[in-house]
């Protein structure tokens, strides 16, 4: 039974330019969310999608965007890449919307450098 | 502001010698909270859910218990495998999952 699955694994970019990536969540699943971790930090919500929308969403601007698939998969774009957009983006996928007793399992993330 | 600290920031511990790692927060309409493991390269693995004060949760060397302000993850016995950073979260009265920074553990043989 495959996991949440991401790619790409490395990244690097320069500033200024966009970048996608993309995530498989686990079978069964229908909710995905996304994080962003810095080095030596915790997890930090960027947003969740269910149902091909996006529900709730953390304290990021809009060059951080995404979209979710009829097949559950997803999508995160960011624009206009900055130096502190350097960090892993983690793909978490749940089942039942996400909702109570579901534990979110995490992809091994995709780690972006910008130069 | 949803708010989770975990203390200490880093632990050394002996194979064989039991700790405790600790995880305050403060959140509006909490749905549950949950302990995860990363190890170095990965994604965060899920450990535990808890959702009320005074429940208890066990795996293997492990032992989460919850109360209203915090959560102890428990570890007895440690061995050198279990050295990973274990991070706390919390699930807000909607659907945004804030997380700790992390204790990052080491176990030496």
């Known amino acids: 039974d495959a996991g949440v699955t991401q790619s790409p694994t490395h990244l690097i970019k320069t500033r200024g330019q966009q970048v996608t990536l993309r995530c498989s969540p686990k079978?069964?699943?229908?909710?995905v969310s996304w994080y962003q971790q810095a080095l030596g930090q915790g997890p930090q919500f960027i947003f969740q999608y269910y149902e091909e929308e996006e529900r709730q969403r953390g304290n990021f601007p809009d060059r951080f965007s995404g979209h979710q698939f009829p097949n559950y998969s997803s999508e995160l774009n960011v624009n206009a890449l900055l130096l502190g957009d350097s960090a892993l983006y983690l793909c978490?996928?749940?089942?039942?919307?996400?909702?109570?007793?579901?534990?979110?399992?995490f992809g091994d993330g995709t780690r972006l450098s910008i130069l | 502001e949803d708010q989770v600290t975990q203390s200490p920031e880093a632990l050394r511990l002996q194979e064989g010698e039991s700790s405790s790692l600790n995880c305050s927060y403060t959140v509006s309409g909490l749905r549950g909270l949950f302990w995860y493991r990363q190890d170095p390269g990965k994604g965060p693995e899920f450990l535990f859910t808890?959702?009320?004060a005074g429940e208890e949760k066990e795996k293997e060397r492990l032992k989460a218990t919850l109360t209203k302000k915090e959560s102890f993850l428990h570890i007895t016995a440690p061995k050198p495998e279990d050295s990973a950073t274990y991070l706390c979260?919390?699930?807000?009265?909607?659907?945004?999952?804030?997380f700790g920074a992390g204790t990052r553990l080491f176990v030496k043989a």
């Open positions: 978490a996928s749940s089942s039942q919307g996400g909702g109570l007793n579901q534990p979110q399992h």
């Open positions: 079978s069964g699943h229908d909710t």
């Open positions: 979260a919390v699930q807000d009265g909607g659907f945004k999952t804030i």
């Open positions: 808890l959702y009320s």
